[in-house]
């Protein structure tokens, strides 16, 4: 099935116009979702990402790439130099360098570097569309075919309680997907794999941070003193909304992949 798709895809961009052919790929070690390739045209490299289950975005593809192109002005994503709806495609510069997972560094620094991503990330101007939680978790029940009982229907009502009476603070652009390895090491701190990408809650996605990095409970702590730090808000204040925030975490997680077994 990959294969067949990658034959359309390569010949679509070779008449495209915008590569260097002939073109080769080579796998690369992805994601849970998507698969990626280096693209290779004469003597450049391109990132070439085949997208799957578009179910699990907030917001759809087309956005999403116009959110990449103008955070790829601002230097906080690689620009995206092709885009196919139809194909299920997005071509991409080539990062040359190493991201922050692999930083041969105490966890305390790579924390540190986080922190201020994050921090970077939230004090840009950029806008976007809306992180529509209770929506988000109502496509992926549907997608996964779960039964709503009547403790997920508890958790699921709380939950949107807690965002109805958040939704309108502390919003800010969000990454909600925020790895050690989605942080590159460069001068403009670049970020990958933007797909998540949603204005919401600052909470939420430092919930969604802490959650994605496996951090425990000291981890999490310095993170938010460190965030707190680079973004001048009051400690106490930023745990406590954290704290709340990871409820939703917590359950979009889950349904997120419940959908990725079922459909796997």
């Given amino acids: 099935m990959v294969n067949t798709r990658l034959q359309h895809i390569l010949a679509e961009l070779q008449s495209s116009g915008n590569f260097e052919t002939p073109l ?96 970077a990330i939230h004090n840009t101007d950029i806008n976007a569309q809306p992180l529509p939680l209770p929506e988000v978790w109502q496509r992926y029940i549907e997608a996964a075919k779960l039964d709503i009982d009547p403790s997920l229907r508890d958790r699921v009502e709380r939950a949107e309680r807690i965002f109805a009476d958040t939704k309108t603070s502390s919003k800010v652009l969000c990454h909600n997907d925020l790895s050690l390895q989605h942080v590159g090491l460069s001068s403009s701190r670049m970020v990958f794999d933007w797909e998540y990408a949603a204005m919401g809650n600052r909470y939420f996605d430092l919930a969604s941070c802490i959650d994605v990095n496996g951090f425990d409970g000291s981890q999490a702590q310095l993170l938010l003193n460190k965030y707190c730090g680079f973004s001048g808000i009051e400690e106490e204040h930023a745990l406590a909304s954290t704290l709340q925030q990871d409820e939703l975490v917590k359950l979009t997680c889950e349904l997120w992949f419940r959908v990725v077994g079922q459909e796997g």
């Fill in 24 to 119: 080769t790929i080579q796998p690369v070690a992805g994601g849970e979702v998507n698969h990626s390739f280096v693209l290779l045209s004469g003597e450049q490299r391109f990132f070439l990402k085949l997208f799957e289950q578009d179910e699990l975005l907030p917001a759809g593809r087309d956005a999403q790439y116009e959110l990449q192109l103008r955070l790829s002005k601002h230097h906080l994503a690689m620009e995206p130099v092709y885009f196919n709806h139809e194909l299920g495609c997005q071509v991409e510069s080539w990062f040359d360098g190493d991201n922050l997972l692999k930083l041969d560094a105490a966890i305390e620094q790579k924390i540190d570097i986080l922190a201020e991503t994050l921090a």
